[in-house]
């Protein structure tokens, strides 16, 4: 008798343990992390760092990052992404581009047009 009360109780906490652990998918409308995709953005920052200031060597040629704003489906999104120096000179505040990234990396900037 005591084993099989104690047997019940167990299979009834995993019952409940099952229950708890699943749970409705999520509300959030951005594709943040889903693979490769595409966003529209426009550049609203752009910032460089001289050789010697925090995060740059004294000998290279200084860091370079663009600032985007994006809809990632219904999100309005703010990245910042190093970039190289051709991208920084080809891209300056409100041009409109093509984000393509992998995950939450920047993969390449494209022009919109």
Do not use: W
Not at 78 to 84: E, I, R
């Amino acid at each position: 008798m005591r084993l099989r009360r104690f047997a019940l109780s167990i299979a009834v906490a995993a019952v409940l343990a099952a229950g708890c652990a699943s749970s409705k998918p999520s509300n959030n409308p951005s594709q943040s992390g889903k693979g490769f995709r595409t966003l529209e953005a426009v550049v609203v920052g752009r910032l460089y760092s001289p050789p010697g200031s925090p995060g740059t060597t004294m000998g290279g040629s200084g860091s370079y990052s663009l600032d985007f704003e994006a809809k990632d489906g219904e999100a309005t999104v703010h990245y910042s992404f190093p970039v190289t120096r051709d991208q920084y000179n080809r891209y300056h505040e409100g041009d409109r581009v093509k984000l393509v990234m992998a995950d939450n990396d920047l993969r390449d900037i494209r022009s919109a047009n």
